[in-house]
């Protein structure tokens, strides 16, 4: 991102960042530049945020499992279970997505197809190294 900074000649500072502006979700948001190659990265963080959440309510003892999870909140039990999934992936992905450093075909629908338990395999699968 490059950032211009100028002395106007009124004596006044002028600072340029290139941004981008876009809806989602009916509102506005700005995307710095830099920032503009994650665009995608916002569903996986969801998705990621939500296996964990749902984890979390099953751990806690709040719901028996992912079916009653899944009758709960009202959705199809096998989409409450390949979500819960995510949670099994490496920190090391799961941080990537955070930073948007991942690569575009890295989707959700990706993520709820199976992946090896293994971390090194996962880098492989998902990741392509």
Do not use: Y
Not at 36 to 44: K, M, Y
Not at 47 to 64: N, T, V, Y
């Amino acid at each position: 991102m490059k950032i211009k900074v100028e002395l106007t000649q009124e004596g006044n500072v002028s600072v340029n960042v290139p941004i981008i502006l876009r809806c989602h979700a009916g509102r506005k948001v700005i995307i710095v530049q830099d920032m503009a190659e994650a665009e995608g990265q916002e569903p996986l963080v969801v998705a990621i945020s939500r296996a964990f959440r749902w984890q979390e309510a099953i751990d806690s003892g709040k719901f028996k499992n992912a079916t009653e999870l899944a009758k709960a909140l009202g959705v199809d039990k096998g989409v409450a279970a390949r979500t819960i999934r995510l949670t099994h992936l490496s920190p090391e992905i799961i941080h990537r997505i955070i930073a948007g450093k991942f690569p575009a075909n890295l989707t959700v629908r990706k993520l709820r197809e199976a992946f090896p338990l293994r971390w090194d395999e996962q880098k492989k699968v998902l990741l392509g190294e």
